[in-house]
């Protein structure tokens, strides 16, 4: 069975990085088994940066400890590049500084290498669609990170800016429930419009407010507290 995006026509294209040639060899066997398309694997950060950008995954399935170039750096490069790419962090760190650093980066989610090949299979499927997806018990931290960083004093804003662009009432009300951390999936359940419908208001949100991620977005929207309406 062929793992296809959100709309069922091509199959979800993987790229694997990781600098141990056993695990990475391991990890995109595994995935392209399993109905993946595996585009391209990398064991450096300087290679991965190249190789993400010529083979244009829609999943990078991310190792933190990497040499020549950082994982968080690697995942800052790969999404500026390219904002649609989403990226999975899957390292043997549970560190919460590893977690949020990652996470501010730019990184969809965050597995940990202990998880099993079920749970990385449908970490992939999730990511793929912008669902944020983290090992149990890291959820909450990430949230809490992002309640802290809106507390934190905003830089001052340039007057000569045009104000924000007016949001819909139902990209408002999308907004607010990314905000108290729902999944995708779980807002289209409970506003009764379809996946895909949800990833749309997401991204027209993204590009009226002129943010990169789902942090920014998160961040924004708790600054003007909506995730206590």
Not at 30 to 38: P, Q
Request: aromatic share 4%; glycine share 8%.
């Amino acid at each position: 069975m062929t793992e296809t995006t959100g709309d069922g026509q091509d199959p979800i294209k993987v790229m694997v990085v990781d600098d141990h040639p056993m695990w990475r060899d391991a990890v995109a066997r595994d995935l392209a088994e399993s109905g993946f398309e595996v585009v391209a694997t990398a064991g450096d950060g300087d290679q991965a940066v190249r190789r993400a950008k010529a083979a244009a995954p829609d999943v990078l399935v991310l190792d933190l400890n990497l040499p020549a170039k950082p994982g968080v750096q690697v995942c800052k490069e790969v999404v500026a590049a390219n904002p649609a790419l989403r990226v999975l962090v899957l390292s043997a760190s549970g560190e919460h500084a590893d977690v949020l650093e990652a996470v501010k980066s730019g990184a969809t989610g965050y597995l940990l290498k202990s998880a099993s090949t079920a749970e990385l299979q449908d970490a992939v499927r999730r990511t793929a669609v912008g669902d944020p997806v983290f090992t149990p018990g890291l959820a909450g931290l990430v949230l809490g990170e992002y309640r802290r960083l809106a507390c934190e004093p905003a830089p001052a804003a340039d007057t000569g800016e045009p104000k924000a662009p007016r949001l819909t009432d139902r990209e408002t009300e999308v907004l607010r429930l990314v905000a108290k951390g729902l999944s995708y999936k779980q807002i289209a359940e409970r506003l009764v419009i379809s996946h895909r419908t949800v990833q749309n208001h997401v991204q027209n949100t993204l590009g009226k407010l002129q943010l990169h991620n789902r942090v920014e977005l998160v961040r924004y929207a708790i600054e003007r507290g909506l995730d206590d309406e």
